[in-house]
């Protein structure tokens, strides 16, 4: 039986020689533009990812020091990593927009880059042995919020940029920004020029969403300071801030201010109160 018979078209139509073309290259068609929604694709999308970034990070030369950044006034840890995405329409709500639970499922495939990038893999610490060997450390997502500002179409190209925010005893927290595309290309040529500033590029109407997202370290059950992971991997100065203190204390103030907005979600549970709240029903979802 053709793949073609089971859509139930009439015999005339099943007996064109186009009928046999058309479709086939249609739902091929299809697919291709829709392919970020195929089953199993984020998969394939976050692990190609992961792997690329692990890869040119470790071709880096581990000998020298990677606290501060091409520019030298500023820390690596603080640098962005910009993805370029698109949006099919598979992905649209019913006002034809990027439906809102879609942000996040970019921000996963973003975010894993930028840790890949940073530690070149997964984050390591010390083996307790004391034999020189390093341990893995597992990275868990602990909390992700999105503020929306402007739609974005079908088939609009956009841009997420993605940085280290600040990080406190447990947390590591990271900002992220959907952007209309082409703003990175602007920022990396303003840094050929003279003034190293971008020009012509209106940040205030560029950025379509924001999103604050936190991180927690841990080696089985037992969490491991932010700080501690970060200076063993050679991302900030040890002890932090030791040559660079103004800099990165000036970073973390202002990255914790916004972080810290993050800790009066932590509260949402207690406000679980159903007993004296009404219930309007239960139903059922597909």
């Given at each position: ?72 006034d500023s820390p690596y ?18 006002n034809m927009h990027k ?102 590029v209106d940040f205030s ?82």
């Amino acid at each position: 039986m053709s793949p073609v018979s089971v859509l139930g078209l009439p015999g005339e139509l099943l007996s064109s020689p186009y009928t046999q073309y058309v479709i086939p290259i249609t739902i091929a068609a299809v697919c291709w533009v829709n392919m970020k929604v195929i089953p199993g694709f984020w998969h394939i999308r976050l692990f190609k990812g992961i792997i690329t970034q692990s890869l040119r990070q470790r071709k880096i030369d581990t000998s020298k020091s990677r606290v501060m950044s091409i520019s030298e006034d500023s820390p690596y840890i603080f640098s962005y990593l910009v993805t370029t995405h698109h949006n099919p329409p598979l992905e649209c709500d019913y006002n034809m927009h990027k439906s809102n639970s879609t942000f996040f499922s970019d921000l996963d495939i973003n975010r894993a880059q930028l840790l890949g990038r940073l530690f070149g893999g997964f984050p390591r610490k010390p083996s307790e042995s004391g034999k020189g060997t390093e341990k893995t450390l597992n990275v868990a997502l602990g909390g992700v919020s999105c503020v929306f500002k402007r739609e974005i179409k079908p088939f609009q190209r956009y841009e997420i940029w993605s940085r280290v925010l600040a990080w406190d005893h447990k947390w590591l927290y990271m900002v992220s920004y959907f952007v209309v595309a082409g703003t990175g290309e602007k920022v990396i040529r303003s840094l050929h020029t003279e003034s190293g500033k971008p020009s012509g590029v209106d940040f205030s109407k560029a950025v379509l969403a924001s999103s604050l997202s936190r991180y927690v370290f841990k080696d089985g059950r037992m969490t491991i300071s932010p700080a501690d992971v970060l200076g063993y991997n050679g991302l900030i100065s040890e002890p932090e801030g030791a040559e660079n203190e103004s800099v990165f204390t000036q970073q973390q103030q202002k990255g914790l201010e916004v972080a810290r907005l993050f800790h009066g979600l932590d509260t949402l549970p207690t406000q679980f109160e159903p007993v004296p709240s009404s219930v309007l029903g239960i139903y059922a979802d597909l």
